[in-house]
Nanobody
Framework: QVQLVESGGGLVQAGGSLRLSCAAS????????MAWFRQAPGKEREFVAA?????HYADSVKGRFTISRDNAKNTLYLQMNSLKPEDTAVYYC?????????????????WGQGTQVTVSS
């Protein structure tokens, strides 16, 4: 069992930056593939980024977002730069066992409660 708690969301103007954090507790954090997803109103939850031994990004955020993890602190991060109004969503961190990342929500075993990110134009 892994418990995940996101923080760092908020309201920011277009072009601004935010850093999200996801604190993990429970089983050994380093054993899990970690990812960020987001869900905008009326839309499906979509993959944003994942981290294994390397990092992986959705095309829509590539070059603007950076995923990282600190295994000593059991924390996952998402640095978001050059934010756009279309980045507005609830952002969730997720964990799955194994070595490989996936981009579908059903492939992840554990989820946080989400943190709201709102980007104004």
């Amino acid at each position: 069992q892994v418990q995940l708690v996101e923080s760092g969301g908020g309201l920011v103007q277009a072009g601004g930056s935010l850093r999200l954090s996801c604190a993990a507790s429970g089983r050994t954090f380093s054993n899990y593939v970690m990812a960020w997803f987001r869900q905008a109103p009326g839309k499906e939850r979509e993959f944003v980024a994942a981290i294994t031994w390397s990092t992986h990004y959705a095309d829509s955020v590539k070059g603007r977002f950076t995923i990282s993890r600190d295994n000593a602190k059991n924390t996952l991060y998402l640095q978001m730069n050059s934010l756009k109004p279309e980045d507005t969503a609830v952002y969730y961190c997720a964990a799955r066992g194994g070595r490989y990342y996936k981009t579908k929500r059903e492939d992840y075993d554990y989820w946080g409660q989400g943190t709201q990110v709102t980007v104004s134009s």
